[in-house]
T-cell receptor, first 115, second 109 residues
Framework: EAGVTQSPRYAVLQEGQAVSFWCDPI?????LYWYQQPRDQGPQLLVY????????NSQLPSDRFSAVRPKGTNSTLKIQSAKQGDTATYLC?????????????FGSGTRLTVL | GQQVQQSPASLVLQEGENAELQCNFS?????MQWFYQRPGGSLVSLFY???GTKHSGRLTSTTVIKERRSSLHISSSQTTDSGTYLC???????????FGAGTKLTIKP
């Protein structure tokens, strides 16, 4: 089966610019996660969906970040006005049913640099 | 919320030595998984192991729920084992998955 697909692979912005990241999860995976991974740190959860519904976005900076998954398949994460502190790799992951012993699969990530 | 502590933060070994990585968690868990990440690379699942012991080649994962810890043992390490090892877990009835900060392993030839 195809894996989790993310694009773009890299993005370089000036502060204040906007950027969108796109994720296509594995077919049939109803749960989708977005993580932010600063350099030399573990991934930090931003938001996760079950189908099209946002289950937890408590760690998403709502003034500048937004995430949608309108049909319960692909998802888009957008940063409205990027800051240097947003420099990190943004990872998308999907799972069929984590709580029933289904594993988590990650995409290759988007490496964002904000100058 | 769930707190996850990994130790050591970094580990340098000679090729052939064994590595022991630890993951400690603060509350009861439902599910946990160990991942490997090469520098600049994505995360690759090593084990899904919420309890007990699992083996895969030179790797062994042991999770002891009542002691709130999980370990990853790498025997006869190789230079290709170098990278970052991360544990991730969630609480009962919850799909919110929390990661540790990782252990950076360097194997010298």
């Amino acid at each position: 089966e195809a894996g989790v697909t993310q694009s773009p692979r890299y993005a370089v912005l000036q502060e204040g610019q906007a950027v969108s990241f796109w994720c296509d999860p594995i077919s049939g995976h109803d749960t989708l996660y977005w993580y932010q991974q600063p350099r030399d740190q573990g991934p930090q959860l931003l938001v996760y969906f079950r189908d099209e519904a946002v289950i937890d976005n408590s760690q998403l900076p709502s003034d500048r970040f937004s995430a949608v998954r309108p049909k319960g398949t692909n998802s888009t994460l957008k940063i409205q006005s990027a800051k240097q502190g947003d420099t990190a790799t943004y990872l998308c992951a999907s799972s069929r049913d984590w709580v029933s012993a289904e594993t988590l699969y990650f995409g290759s990530g988007t490496r964002l640099t904000v100058l | 919320g769930q707190q996850v502590q990994q130790s050591p933060a970094s580990l340098v070994l000679q090729e052939g030595e064994n590595a022991e990585l630890q993951c400690n968690f603060s509350t009861s868990l439902n599910s946990m998984q160990w991942f490997y990440q090469r520098p600049g690379g994505s995360l690759v699942s090593l084990f899904y192991n919420p309890s007990g012991t699992k083996h895969s080649g030179r790797l062994t994962s042991t999770t002891v729920i009542k002691e709130r810890r999980s370990s990853l043992h790498i025997s006869s390490s190789q230079t290709t084992d170098s990278g970052t090892y991360l544990c991730a877990l969630s609480n009962y009835g919850n799909e919110k998955i929390t990661f540790g900060a990782g252990t950076k392993l360097t194997i010298k030839p």
